[in-house]
C-alpha cells in the first residue's frame, strides 16, 4: 500500500500513473475513519481507475483550540480500515509542514453568502479553513471527482461554490449520511462520546424525522419552535441551533414555496461534543 506524507512524492507518484485517460478518485478526510468515510471510498474506486485518500486534520478549520486539541487522530488504525476495501488505495497523511510550507493560515474565501448561515455563523472563520485545505489539496491530488458526504451539507455546497468560482477541473459528488443503528450520524466525533450519551444522542436522528413529519403541514417557525422544545426536555443536550434553509441558497425558509427544496440542519452539544445532522424535508 502506498503512503505518502510529503506532497512532492505522491505529486510524483501520480504523474507517472496519469494517462489522458486516467480518472482519479479523490476522498479528503481528517482521520479517525468509519463507515461513511468507507462509503466515500467504495464509491471512488467504482468510477474511477485510481483513488486517493488524505488523512489530515486541518488546523485551519478550527476556530475552537480545544476541539482541535481533542480531535482523535487513528492513523495506523485508519490505514487498516482503507486496506479491507483494497491496498490499492493511495493514502496521503501530510504534516502541517508539507501543507503550509511554515505559514499556517487561511485564505479569504467568498461563497455568495452561503458561508455566513449555520456552521459559519458559529464557527468563524472555519470555511475560510475549509477552502483553504480543500484547495490545496485539490492542487496537489488534481482529481477528476472528489466524494464529500451530506452529513456535512453546507460543506458540501461550501466546496462546489469554491470549485465554481475558481473553475477547478474536478466533479463534486455529494453521497447520503452514513449512520449507526441508533440513527446517530456517522462522525469522528462520536468516538469521544460515552457509551451512554452515544445511545441519547439517537434523539438527534429521531427529532429530525418529526420535524420532517411536521414540515409537511406546518410552518418552518413552528417545526422549529417543536424542534427547541423536544431538546429541553432532555437537559444533558444543548441545542445550539436548528434551522430550516432552502437547500440551494441555504438561507432561512421564512415562507415555504412548491418550488424549492428544503433541509433542516441541527447542531448540538452532548458530552462537550459537537453533533452535526441534517434531513431533506421535501
Known sequence: MN???????????????????TKIGFVPTMGALHQGHLSLMKESMKNNSITVVSIFVNPTQFNNPEDLKKYPRTLERDVENIKTLSKDIIVYAPTVEDIYEGNTKSVAFEYDGLEFQMEGAHRPGHFDG????????????????????????????????????????????????????????????????STEARNEAALIFKTLKNAKKKFENQSANEVIAFVTKEFEKHPNFQLEYFE????????????????????????????????????SLN
Open 244 to 279: 430550516i434553509a432552502d437547500e440551494a441558497t441555504l438561507l432561512p425558509c421564512k415562507r415555504k414555496s412548491k418550488t424549492k427544496k428544503y433541509r433542516g440542519f441541527i447542531a448540538v452539544f452532548i458530552d462537550n461534543v459537537r453533533l452535526i445532522d441534517n434531513i
Open 3 to 21: 503512503i505518502f506524507s510529503k506532497k512532492s512524492d505522491l505529486k510524483a507518484h501520480l504523474d507517472n500513473l496519469r494517462t489522458a485517460k
Open 130 to 193: 475549509v477552502g483553504t485545505i480543500v484547495k490545496k489539496l485539490f492542487e496537489i491530488v488534481q482529481p477528476t471527482n472528489s466524494y464529500f458526504g451530506e452529513k456535512d451539507f453546507q460543506q458540501l455546497q461550501i466546496v462546489k461554490k469554491m470549485v465554481e468560482k475558481h473553475q477547478l477541473p474536478v466533479k463534486i459528488q455529494g453521497c447520503p449520511i452514513h449512520r449507526e443503528n441508533n440513527g446517530l450520524a456517522m462522525s469522528s466525533r462520536n468516538e469521544r462520546l
